[in-house]
Nanobody, 124 residues
């Protein structure tokens, strides 16, 4: 099996910073894209940012210049550095990873796995 465990959420004042981490573990053969979604109060879940295995990243317009995604392939971990936070960034943040895992009988085709979610609250 595969698990994604997130850490780093919390309460911060507007203008502040937070760093989220998401570590994948288990029977991992390879990891392709990793990234972060978020879901704010009354909103649909939206893609915030993603990063390929080679390090190419994309961002939703609302976070460009403020958020930075990175990954450590040796640690199977993705990070989200969030700066200049705004109350509108308040949401539960979910990491994802597209993973090929192995079993005793071979490899399982790529599937998307999700973290448990971490709350980020930005006060004005």
């Amino acid at each position: 099996q595969v698990q994604l465990v997130e850490s780093g959420g919390g309460l911060v004042q507007a203008g502040g910073s937070l760093r989220l981490s998401c570590a994948a573990s288990g029977s991992i053969f390879s990891i392709y894209a990793m990234g972060w979604f978020r879901q704010g109060p009354g909103n649909q879940r939206e893609l915030v940012t993603g990063i390929s295995s080679g390090g190419s990243a994309n961002y939703v317009d609302s976070v460009k210049g403020r958020f930075t995604i990175s990954r450590d392939n040796a640690k199977n971990t993705v990070y989200l550095q969030m700066g200049s936070l705004e109350p509108e960034d308040t949401a539960v943040y979910y990491c994802y990873a597209d993973i090929v895992r192995y079993t005793s009988t071979g490899r399982v085709p790529v599937q998307r796995y999700w973290g448990q979610g971490t709350q980020v609250t930005v006060s004005s």
